[in-house]
Structure formats: C-alpha cells, structure tokens
C-alpha cells in the first residue's frame, strides 16, 4: 500500500522519476488499483452530474441511458475502451522499441489516470454548488494533464524525444477517435436496423 502511494504522488509531483520506476518495476497490480479507482471516480462524478443536472440527462443522454450508469457497466465500457487505445498505443511504440510489452503499457497508462482520481472531491464539492461550467473546465484540466503524464511516460519508457513522443500520441488519438466513430455508427445502424431495439 504504501508502495502504491508513493507511485501516486511522484506520478503527480515528479512524474520522470515516477515513471522510471515504473518501467523499473512493473507494478501492474498497482496500475489495475489505480484504474478501478478511476473508474469508481468516473462513474461516480458522472451519475452525480447527472443527478445534480436532469435536464443534462434529457437532452444528451435520453431516457435509456440509465443502463450508462450502472457501476458495473460502466467500469467494463471504460475497461474496454482503455484496453483499445493502449492495443493502438502499444503498435506505435512497437516501431520504436520492440521490447516493450502490452503489460507495460496498460501500466504506463493507467498511472496517467491519477489527476482524475486527485481531483474527484474539489468536483464533488463543485457538483454540491451545482457549478457546471467550472466541473466541466475542471474535467478539462484533468484531460490536459493526463495527456501531459501520457507524453511524459511515453518519452521515458521509449527515451524519445518530447515531439516525437507527442506524435506516437496523437496518431493513436486518431485512430482511437476513428474506432469510436465506427462502433457509435455500427450502433446507431443495429438500433436502427431493429436488430438492438430500444423499448
């Protein structure tokens, strides 16, 4: 545990040092704590948004979307998508070093999370003062400083150059973003096709 925290708070703090020993040490079971907490925090903050703000359910979710925010649902979809964007992510690595394994960077990734988890209360407390805008530039922040943490470890764990670990980034967001767009078409085509109807 106390293992655990120190990763945590070097990822934060210094995050160099943190992912070198990282790579060093390979705590994957550590990295799958990390992502549970983040994805009990992200369905948390998000069933909370959504309570917090029903006309925002209504109008960009729809009525059946409480199946979104089943927990269980909701750690397997981020599980998921996670496992799909490090699959990508770990192709463009492969070009630079081949020796790197897809355990490694699922771990690399999965510490990148910790700015969401850090900043889960000062959200909730944002949420109480039904603050949207502010919760939503809050979630922006995170996004940003996950990317930072991401490019950062990417550079480490392949010693590159910052541009380059940059582009191994975005051309995985690329592609990422391309499969989302695919399954959200595929999806809305068999809900159409009555094949996945909506009742």
Same mark, same amino acid.
């Given at each position: ?82 496992? &799909?964007?490090?699959? /990508? #992510? %770990?192709?463009?690595?492969? @070009?630079?070093?081949? =020796? $790197?394994?897809?355990? !490694?960077? +699922? ?36 996004? &940003?400083?996950?990317? /930072? #943490? %991401?490019?950062?470890?990417? @550079?480490?764990?392949? =010693? $590159?150059?910052?541009? !380059?670990? +940059? ?33």
């Amino acid at each position: 545990m106390i293992k655990i925290i120190d990763l945590f708070y070097k990822t934060i703090t210094k995050p160099n040092e943190a992912f070198k020993r990282i790579k060093e040490e390979k705590p994957i079971t550590d990295a799958f704590i990390i992502f549970f907490i983040y994805a009990f925090v992200n369905y948390f903050i998000s069933k909370i948004s959504i309570m917090k703000n029903p006309e925002l359910f209504k109008e960009l979710v729809g009525p059946q979307a409480k199946l979104i925010f089943n927990p269980i649902i909701s750690i397997i979809s981020s599980a998921i998508w996670l496992f &799909i964007f490090n699959g /990508i #992510l %770990l192709f463009f690595v492969k @070009k630079k070093n081949n =020796s $790197l394994k897809y355990s !490694d960077i +699922l771990t690399l990734d999965f510490f990148t999370l910790t700015p969401i988890i850090l900043l889960f209360i000062p959200q909730l407390l944002l949420l109480k003062l039904h603050l949207f805008s502010l919760v939503y530039f809050m979630s922006f922040i995170q996004l &940003i400083w996950c990317l /930072i #943490l %991401l490019i950062i470890g990417i @550079k480490v764990f392949i =010693s $590159l150059e910052t541009k !380059d670990a +940059l582009i191994i980034y975005i051309k995985s967001s690329l592609i990422f973003a391309l499969v989302i767009l695919i399954s959200i078409f595929l999806s809305t085509k068999l809900i159409g096709s009555g094949i996945y109807p909506i009742k």
